[in-house]
């Protein structure tokens, strides 16, 4: 399982980026999906997460109300919009895959996942 993130930056508060986890080699259908961040000096920390159908998503208290997290199946691909960013913010952002069989009520636990991609970097900053 691979996965590719993009999308990260510079941005100045109050800024917005998306970002992209892409999948190759395999397909998200059959996925859940979850975004990661790690910030130096503290654990990698799950700010949202997606199930399959894209029915179901969990938020972070952090960024509740500023991110959208989705997921176009038919691009293979998940999104996360990142709006009014703040300067806590910056961060590595990564996604993650496990098999949507698992928990969806343990999608923001980095126990979940043992596909990872190898993240980007977002930093907000004027």
């Known amino acids: 399982l691979q996965l590719v993130e993009s999308g990260g930056g510079v941005v100045q508060p109050g800024g917005s980026l998306r970002l992209s986890c892409a999948a190759s080699?395999?397909?998200?259908?059959?996925?859940?999906i979850g975004w990661f961040r790690q910030a130096p000096g503290k654990d990698r920390e799950g700010i949202s997460c997606i199930s399959s159908t894209g029915g179901d998503t969990i938020y972070a208290d952090s960024v509740k109300g500023r991110f959208t997290i989705s997921r176009d199946n038919a691009k293979n691909t998940v999104y996360l919009q990142m709006n009014n960013l703040e300067r806590e913010d910056t961060a590595v952002y990564y996604c993650?895959?496990?098999?949507?069989?698992?928990?969806?009520?343990?999608?923001?636990?980095?126990?979940?996942?043992?596909?990872w991609g190898q993240g980007t970097q977002v930093t907000v900053s004027s």
């Open positions: 080699g395999f397909t998200l259908d059959y996925y859940n």
């Open positions: 993650a895959a496990v098999a949507a069989m698992h928990p969806f009520r343990s999608c923001m636990s980095r126990a979940s996942y043992a596909a």
